[in-house]
């Protein structure tokens, strides 16, 4: 009759070598990933309740998101300017960035440091839609010695729902600012 043996055990030793080359790789990759996400990161603001000073009505810049248009107000209620929509059904981005660029441009020659620009929108009104508002408002593409920019226009951005409509004569043309 044979016996048979058991081998002796043997001390696996532990290979961690290819771990922390993983890890040496992998957090460096990770912790760049956080900082570009963390610029991403836009600051809105409720609007504000009171005026610039005691009996003035405030004189905000609004921008009113509408299902068939968009509106431009200075001061808050007084329509500069309404932007139909596309024929191709959207909205008139371009347009909006070309209007706001004039109306910064008249405030600079008036001494009106303006900053700040309310966005009111219906509650129709889609997100991408907000967004693109958004982009549209911070910032435009200026040619500056012979390269692209992005000039600002108004970064300081606040929220709000949008006033019922009002089809008074008041809205019916268009005022400068």
Same mark, same amino acid.
Do not use: C, H, W
């Given at each position: 009759?044979?016996?048979?043996?058991?081998?002796?055990?043997?001390?696996?030793?532990? +290979?961690?070598?290819?771990?922390?080359?993983?890890?040496?790789?992998?957090?460096?990759?990770?912790?760049?990933?956080?900082?570009?996400?963390?610029?991403?990161?836009?600051?809105?603001?409720?609007?504000? %309740?009171? /005026?610039?000073?005691?009996? =003035?009505?405030?004189?905000?810049?609004?921008?009113?998101?509408?299902?068939?248009?968009?509106?431009?107000?200075?001061?808050? /209620?007084?329509?500069?300017?309404?932007?139909?929509?596309? =024929?191709?059904?959207?909205?008139?981005? *371009?347009?909006?960035?070309?209007?706001?660029?004039?109306?910064?441009?008249?405030?600079? =020659?008036?001494?009106?440091?303006?900053?700040?620009?309310?966005?009111?929108?219906?509650? %129709?009104?889609?997100?991408?839609?907000?967004?693109?508002?958004? +982009?549209?408002?911070?910032?435009?593409?200026?040619?500056?010695? %012979?390269?692209?920019? +992005?000039?600002?226009?108004?970064?300081?951005?606040?929220?709000?729902?949008?006033?019922?409509? *009002? +089809?008074?004569?008041?809205?019916? /043309?268009?005022?400068?600012?």
């Amino acid at each position: 009759m044979r016996k048979f043996r058991r081998p002796a055990p043997v001390d696996a030793e532990l +290979d961690i070598t290819a771990f922390m080359n993983l890890m040496i790789v992998l957090v460096p990759i990770l912790l760049l990933g956080m900082v570009f996400a963390r610029i991403t990161v836009i600051d809105v603001t409720l609007p504000e %309740a009171a /005026g610039e000073s005691e009996g =003035e009505p405030p004189r905000q810049l609004e921008l009113i998101i509408r299902g068939d248009s968009m509106r431009v107000d200075y001061p808050s /209620g007084v329509m500069l300017r309404r932007i139909p929509m596309t =024929e191709d059904g959207e909205y008139d981005f *371009d347009l909006l960035s070309l209007v706001l660029q004039e109306v910064k441009r008249q405030m600079a =020659e008036q001494g009106i440091e303006q900053r700040r620009l309310t966005i009111l929108s219906e509650p %129709a009104v889609d997100y991408q839609t907000i967004v693109s508002a958004m +982009d549209t408002v911070r910032s435009f593409k200026a040619l500056v010695a %012979a390269s692209v920019v +992005d000039a600002a226009l108004f970064p300081e951005i606040s929220f709000g729902d949008a006033p019922a409509t *009002d +089809d008074s004569p008041a809205d019916a /043309g268009e005022v400068a600012p």
